[in-house]
Structures are given as C-alpha cells and as structure tokens.
C-alpha cells in the first residue's frame, strides 16, 4: 500500500511496493507439479491481488506482458528490475518446486541458495502463511507464460554482493511466519497480516536507514524516497491520518478517493486498483489496524531543491 506525494506522484521505494519488486529469478530446476484445484487456484488469485504482485513484475510504462518482468524499481544503490515470474520452464519459474518458491518468500533465498536483495520485499513476505504461499503458487502456475528473459540488476559495488545480504539480514530480517498479537482482536489481527505480510505496506510506508534497514520506531510513519514523499499512515492527527474517518479509508482503498475528493495518482492508483478487490471485511480490518496503531508524529516533507 503506497501513497504518493499529495497523492499525485509516483513514489518509488528501496524495496518493492506494492509496491515493490519481487527479485525472483529463473532457475533450472524441478519442474511444476500437477494441476492444482479451482478453489486453491481462487483463493491464490486473492493472495495475489492483496499482495501488488501485477505491478512490481509488469513493465507497465512500456505495455510490457503481465508478470514478464523488466519494470525498474531506482534506488541509490542502482536499478532493480522485477523478474518474470510466469511458469515459463527457461526465462519464468516454471522449474522451481513449491518449497523453493516457499523458500524465497519467507528466507530471502534463490533456490541456488543465493541471498536475494532487499528489493524483493522478503523482509514482509516472510509473515505470509504456507497455506497462502500455497494457493498463491498455485494460481502462478495458471497465468499465461512468456518467455522474456528477466533483466539483469543494475547495480555498483559494494551494493550488488550478495553476500553482504548475510550481514543484513542479522541486522534486519526476523524470519516469520506471522505471529498474531493475543491482545488484539482478530480483526485487527486480520488487518496487521493484510498490512505487514502481504501489502508489505511498511516497505514503503517507513523511513530507511543508509544501508536500507527500517527503522520500526517509525513503523509506517512516512518518509523520503526516491525525492519523493510516502505519507505518514499512523493515526497522528497533524501528521498521520488521525482526522480521517473509517469511511475515508474504505473510499481511498475501494475508489482511490481522498477525503478532499481528489484521486490518488501515480503508483498508488495502481495499488487501488489491486486493494479495490479485498472483501468488504479486509478492507475493514485493514482499517482497524492501521487506527489501532501507536500514532507517530513525523511530518514528512519535500527536501527543497
């Protein structure tokens, strides 16, 4: 779930949005297993759309096919491109196994073992539960393939070892899947999973540190990216979204709508059109979370020049 600066700019984050990259890549490996079921296949399709997956690994600026990769996601330490990710048996995943594409979303691990960037929002997709990375691979393995070879990162060194993501991840990465909180309310535990796990809201929604680490004293509270502003999404009344009501909410997540009648733009709009999709009692606990939250006060603005 990403805002833009006032709403109108694109915001483009260190790590994927909803939008962030997923920094997948092919692998020659065990091919796909048998056909799943329509229901598993439904409710995948669901995950899907509540975790941004079309946008970060769709060339949309240039009408590229759907989940084919080459979007590029900018950031200072260079340009990560969103992998294709159709069951294309060569350029797609089409020869991982289940367990391997478990594997990447909940260690951050190409399955050659190799440390995937940060890019790829493993850091939230880790909380996803295996039953939902099921349904989820499953409906990847429906999609249409296409074999567009995934284009390779462009990034200077130190910042494309990925051996260095060892380091990282010691400092940033706490293994999931997620944990309810027992002293909240399913609902707002619902809301916490949809936000934290598969929106990977935070992703975009907190501040970073030089080396790309979040800081969670400062969990959604907005922040500089890219130049650009991502708002604070903490019920701060001045600085956060304390003054809107649980039916600014629903307009901005079902329409795009903001409480002045104005309509999202850039990235955000994209992500609407995915977060229009969850059930009227998603979007409700989303909602309950996100005012349930500790309010922070951080006004975040355009640095000048």
């Keep these: 779930m990403h805002f833009t600066a006032r709403f109108g700019r694109p915001v483009v984050a260190i790590a994927a949005r909803a939008v962030l990259l997923l920094g ?3 692998g020659a490996l065990p091919a796909f297993g048998q056909a799943p079921d329509s229901a598993q296949v439904q409710r995948g399709e669901y995950i899907f759309h509540a975790g941004g997956c079309l946008g970060c690994h769709t060339d949309v600026k240039n009408n590229g096919v759907p989940l084919a ?5 900018k950031t200072p330490f260079g340009s990560f491109f969103g992998p294709n990710i159709t069951p294309h048996p060569t350029a797609g995943i089409g020869r991982w196994t289940e367990a391997q594409f478990r594997r990447a979303l909940r260690e951050g691990l190409r399955p050659d073992g190799a440390h995937y960037f940060p890019s790829f929002p493993y850091t939230s997709f880790t909380g996803i539960t295996d039953a939902d990375i099921s349904d989820l691979w499953a409906y990847l393995q429906t999609v249409p393939q296409s074999a567009q070879p995934s284009r390779a990162h462009e990034l200077g060194f130190p910042f494309n070892i990925r051996l260095a993501m060892i380091g ?4 940033y990465f706490t293994q999931g899947p997620f944990a309810p909180n027992p002293a909240a309310s399913a609902e707002i535990n619902r809301g916490a999973y949809l936000v934290n796990a598969l929106g990977h809201c935070g ?10 680490g979040l800081d969670r004293s400062k969990w959604l509270a907005g ?7 991502v708002p604070n999404i903490t019920p701060h009344a001045e600085t956060g979204i304390g003054k809107w009501s649980p039916g600014d909410l629903t307009d901005l997540l079902k329409m795009g709508m903001t409480p002045d009648g104005d309509f999202v733009g850039g990235e955000m709009a994209e992500v609407t059109k995915e977060t229009a999709k969850l059930t009227d009692d998603d979007v409700k606990a989303v909602i309950a979370y996100l005012r349930s939250l500790p309010p922070v006060n951080n006004p975040v603005r355009k640095p000048k020049g």
Excluded: S
């Design 203 to 212: 992703e975009c929604h907190t501040p970073r540190n030089m080396v790309g």
């Design 168 to 171: 990282w991840k010691a400092l």
């Design 223 to 229: 922040g500089i990216l890219d130049g650009g502003v």
């Design 24 to 26: 997948l890549t092919a």
């Design 69 to 73: 990769g080459g979007r590029e996601l």
